[in-house]
């Protein structure tokens, strides 16, 4: 059984946090191992994954903590370059872990082909024509993937559509549902798709031109639910724990100058849950907002699709299509409170994750995160990323409301920025609280801090 609360992780070295990682999860420390040489996917693999291919490139594998969905514990795998996301959505797992974590649901795994007819002559006798075939054309298209098949997937059913109104007139277009079981499916559904192109054509005497298919994948969603005791969400502002220098009385600031300087200050819960509210609703009725509060979710969602080696494009186009389905673009998520005044927050959006096939199975690091998760099926990592999605929303939502978004984010940034000046070892945590302190996150400050603290060498 995995346990995902882990204190005091991000002060442990690489080793540690591996070793711990292991325990934590039951694993055996040789299977985590592989993930300390930067790069486990070799040049080699990736020459033959994508097309002229000369190296790969390495993206930071954080862990996210505390998340327990649906009674499980599972620890995380985010893969992400931007700072404060994997410390985000592991500090919101861990406030909603005390209202009993996340619960989450999902659809069948149904993906949709779609097939394009034109030049039909006469659509309603081509409609009837498909509806009198509907039988032995969805066993045709069951056929392209016997091992599928055998799984319990398949095509399910056909749906046909008249476009009334494009730029180049009226056609025909059918919805091919395939239940993909724990592909993505692109390869199945494309496959199929094709392979029922002639008789399409036969039985509609149109022309058959696209046969793809669609990412905006409504039969395949995920849904999660969380609730934070309201009493959980009252804090006071303090300088981010990252940020603190690891020895004692290494402080450049002493506690009363820290407070002052950085405006420490109280929150109740009923003013962190309204706060969170309010912006939701922002979001809720105002594209401009919504697209930023869904750039939010969408940082704990491709973290993690990313570290399992799914197609982050696919799921970047399905929420997105999701989000605007009524006609106006609008926020995935939803925050309100319960009749004792918890803060309630709900996500639902398209999830076409597979854990078989393509990257995932391809990528070493994709199978060590997959093992990590211990996920057994799509849906049941679908059902965690969705859960991550709604703690990274909450993470931005609760430092937009309060202290906002600079605080934490500068703080983590000051570090690349110390990185990017020249500092190495101790001198990245020093350089970077003295800017922080300073509220100057620069790189030429950075640069002029580090010459007075590099030793000067004769
Ligand atoms: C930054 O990567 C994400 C946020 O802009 C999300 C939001 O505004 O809700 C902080």
């Given at each position: ?37 930067s790069?486990?996917l ?22 996210g ?49 779609q097939?394009?007819?034109?030049d ?31 799984l ?26 395939y239940d ?8 199945a ?16 005497g ?100 990313i ?20 006609g ?5 998520s ?17 999830m ?40 990274q ?15 934490g ?29 300073e ?20």
């Open positions: 059984m995995t346990n995902s609360r882990i204190p005091g992780f991000y002060k442990l070295s690489l080793d540690q946090k591996l070793d711990a990682l292991a325990k934590a999860a039951g694993m055996d420390l040789d299977l985590l191992t592989p993930l300390l040489t790069g486990l070799t040049t080699q693999e990736a020459d033959l994954m994508v097309e002229n291919v000369v190296a790969t490139h390495n993206l930071p594998l954080g862990i903590l505390n998340f327990t969905i649906n009674g499980i514990d599972r620890l995380i795998p985010m893969v992400i370059e931007e700072p404060s996301v994997v410390a985000g959505a592991s500090f919101m797992a861990k406030l909603a872990r005390t209202g009993g974590g996340f619960h989450a649901t999902s659809s069948a795994p149904e993906m949709i082909g097939i394009q007819i034109l039909v002559d006469d659509i309603p006798a081509a409609i009837m024509a498909i509806e009198g075939e509907r039988g032995s054309l969805l066993a045709q298209a069951d056929q392209i993937d016997p091992i599928l098949k055998e319990g997937g398949g095509a399910r059913d056909l749906e046909i559509r008249v476009i009334e109104d494009s730029p180049i007139g009226a056609f025909l277009v059918l919805h091919l549902i993909v079981r724990d592909a993505m499916g692109a390869n559904v494309n496959t199929a798709c094709e392979k029922l192109a002639p008789r399409l054509e036969e039985l509609t149109g022309r058959v031109h696209l046969r793809i298919l669609s990412n905006l994948s409504d039969r395949r969603l995920a849904k999660v639910k969380c609730t934070i005791p309201v009493d959980e969400l009252a804090f006071e502002t303090s300088p981010h724990p990252n940020l603190l220098p690891r020895g004692e009385g290494t402080s450049p600031l002493s506690p009363r100058e820290r407070a002052e300087g950085e405006g420490i200050r109280n929150y109740t819960g009923e003013e962190v849950r309204d706060g969170i509210i309010e912006a939701w609703a922002f979001a809720a009725v105002d594209p401009y907002r919504a697209a930023t509060h869904n750039k939010g979710i969408m940082n704990g969602v491709d973290a993690v699709v570290a399992t080696g799914n197609d982050w494009r696919a799921i970047e186009a399905g929420a997105h299509a999701f989000a605007a389905r009524d106006k673009y609008t926020s995935l939803t925050w309100g409170q319960d009749g004792d005044g918890n803060l309630v927050g709900t996500l639902e959006m398209p076409a994750v597979g854990i078989v096939g393509g990257a995932t199975r391809v990528h070493p690091t994709a199978q060590i995160a997959l093992k990590l998760m211990k996920v057994n099926t799509a849906s049941e990592l679908a059902e965690i990323i969705v859960a991550v999605g709604l703690a929303n909450l993470a931005a939502l609760r430092a937009l409301a309060t202290e906002g978004i600079q605080r984010h500068m703080s983590l940034h000051a570090r690349q920025v110390a990185i990017a000046a020249g500092a190495s070892g101790e001198l990245v945590e020093q350089v970077a609280a003295q800017m922080v302190a509220k100057m996150v620069r790189i030429d400050r950075a640069e002029e801090i580090l010459k007075k603290k590099k030793p000067i060498i004769r």
